[in-house]
């Protein structure tokens, strides 16, 4: 059972959600930070949901600024805010009564889910998906657009049939964000999982994460996945991970 719902967003635009609410005994709740430009009806984010609500675990997932059924404009957001409405779902999921204490994060989203974790004291358990250990890693997929964009201050960026417009104080926020020292004080159990051949986001990138936490932390190879998780079975198989490991913290 899916409930929507809605809460302002820490810029002020209102941000849609889905809670993916289990229909027996509820084990917990927790947060899913979706990947760059996906949402929260992305392959990903749907079936990691659905599968961990169907073992249990409550799931919110919700669209970024100007994404989906989300009020503004994507171009006014950056990773900072993304970081930030991460922290503010939390809060939200807190405040209607359902205890957030994990926290999970696909790409993009996986990077963000690290760095909020840090200002959301009810969240003890992080499991990230295929997350870049630089949030610049995301360069590439504009790194045609940069010279107009740091002549013009935007540019239209096409996604999916329709364009966002892509803003200099992204390009410059994601290239300031540094994790290191937030991984390496981060101070919840961590899940780290990644596939060997992911070609979007390499693996190293896994090991980056991995070296800079401290326990408890874990790392699973989602062996023959690609970075979207769009092959048969794979979203509920990470699920199904997670659903186990974070069993304790719930």
Not at 38 to 57: F, M, N, V
Not at 151 to 162: M, R, T
Not at 214 to 235: C, I, M, W, Y
Request: hydrophobic share 40%.
């Amino acid at each position: 059972m899916a409930e929507r719902v809605k809460f302002p967003s820490t810029t002020g635009p209102t941000l849609a959600g889905l809670v993916d609410v289990p229909e027996d005994e509820v084990r917990g709740w927790g947060v899913f930070a979706h990947g760059f430009t996906l949402g929260k009806d992305s392959p990903a984010a749907s079936r990691i949901c659905k599968q961990l609500a169907s073992e249990g675990i409550g799931m919110l997932r919700f669209d970024n600024l100007g994404l989906g059924d989300s009020e503004g404009d994507w171009g006014d957001g950056s990773f900072s805010h993304k970081v930030a409405d991460t922290v503010r779902a939390v809060e939200f999921m807190n405040d209607s009564g359902r205890e957030t204490r994990l926290l999970v994060g696909h790409s993009f989203g996986g990077s963000a889910a690290l760095a909020a974790a840090h200002d959301c004291p009810s969240v003890v358990a992080v499991a990230s998906i295929g997350a870049p250990y630089d949030p610049g890693h995301v360069e590439h997929n504009y790194d045609a657009l940069i010279a107009r964009i740091e002549a013009e201050g935007e540019a239209p960026f096409p996604v999916g049939g329709k364009a966002l417009t892509l803003k200099r104080h992204f390009i410059e926020d994601v290239r300031n964000a540094d994790l290191r020292e937030q991984i390496r004080t981060l101070r919840r159990a961590l899940l780290v999982m990644h596939s060997p051949t992911d070609n979007t986001v390499g693996i190293a990138n896994a090991s980056e994460i991995f070296r800079a936490a401290r326990h408890p932390r874990s790392f699973v190879s989602l062996e023959g996945a690609d970075h979207l998780l769009t092959g048969k079975n794979q979203a509920a198989r990470a699920a199904r991970i997670i659903s186990a490991w974070s069993d304790p913290y719930l």
